[in-house]
């Protein structure tokens, strides 16, 4: 998938309105274990929240940006204060379809 258009983040960003963080990023920052939970995490969702905090290495955006690249095929719909929401589509069965 190529980069998401404004119209399908601001979708997106609707959808997680409602979500709760799952994962948190401490004061060790990205670590392996945090890309496995979230890893872990989209087998259940396509959405999903990361609150990374106050003592964590890096600004918000970086760790986004971070997490993006080290997941692969993940991106950051959304870094609003210290909330990450990441999207990954499902590949064989995708629930949320993003406009056009």
Do not use: C, W
């Amino acid at each position: 998938m190529t980069e998401l258009t404004s119209k399908q983040r601001a979708h997106l960003r609707s959808l997680a309105n409602r979500l709760k963080p799952l994962v948190h990023i401490g004061h060790a920052g990205v670590t392996e274990a945090a890309l496995q939970s979230i890893n872990e995490a989209f087998h259940t969702r396509e959405l999903l929240k990361v609150k990374v905090s106050e003592n964590a290495p890096e600004e918000p955006r970086a760790t986004a940006d971070a997490l993006a690249a080290s997941l692969g095929d993940v991106h950051v719909a959304q870094t609003i204060g210290r909330t990450i929401v990441l999207y990954r589509a499902d590949p064989d069965e995708p629930e949320i379809r993003l406009p056009q």
